[in-house]
């Protein structure tokens, strides 16, 4: 029973990873400084899909798994969670890149924003006085 909680605490927290690489540029509109954690994590992100490799949490996950005498699955977390859903073919090349694609844009959707809502507050502010 622990194997499997287990391994179903480490889904949950791989999936909100998966949820931050995507989305977490957008919560830098209230907190900026988690820009600092946000960008290495979704250059991370875009770097598993473009070279192809398997994110730690998964084999971990798998591990857990089979630990518990429970079925695994194939392939990588995003293919058996997400892109079965998302998407019902196999993972090729073309929407591997896709999805790097959709990390970069939607990261700079999210920055963009930033910027103009950082750069809307220093233009409002007033400025200090001295000498005229």
Same mark, same amino acid.
């Given at each position: *029973? ?8 480490? *889904?949950?927290?791989? +999936?909100?990873?998966?949820? +931050?690489?995507?989305?977490? @540029?957008?919560?830098? $509109? ?10 290495? /994590? ?6 598993? &899909? ?10 971990? &996950? ?8 429970? &079925? ?5 977390? /995003? ?9 019902? @073919? &196999?993972? =090729? ?15 700079? /959707?999210?920055?963009?924003?930033? $910027? ?10 007033? =400025? ?5």
């Amino acid at each position: *029973m622990i194997w499997r909680v287990g391994a179903d605490v480490v *889904m949950v927290v791989h +999936f909100a990873f998966v949820v +931050f690489v995507v989305g977490g @540029g957008f919560l830098t $509109w209230r907190w900026p400084k988690l820009a600092y954690l946000h960008v290495p /994590v979704a250059l991370y992100g875009v770097v598993i &899909e473009l070279v192809g490799f398997t994110c730690p949490l998964t084999p971990l &996950e798998k591990h857990l798994r089979r630990l518990a005498r429970s &079925e695994g699955y194939e392939g990588g977390f /995003v293919e058996h969670y997400i892109l079965r859903v998302l998407y019902p @073919g &196999e993972l =090729t090349t073309v929407v591997r890149l896709v999805l790097a694609g959709a990390v970069v844009v939607v990261s700079a /959707v999210a920055y963009v924003g930033l $910027w103009q809502r950082t750069a809307g507050s220093d233009s409002a502010r007033p =400025t200090t006085g001295g000498p005229r």
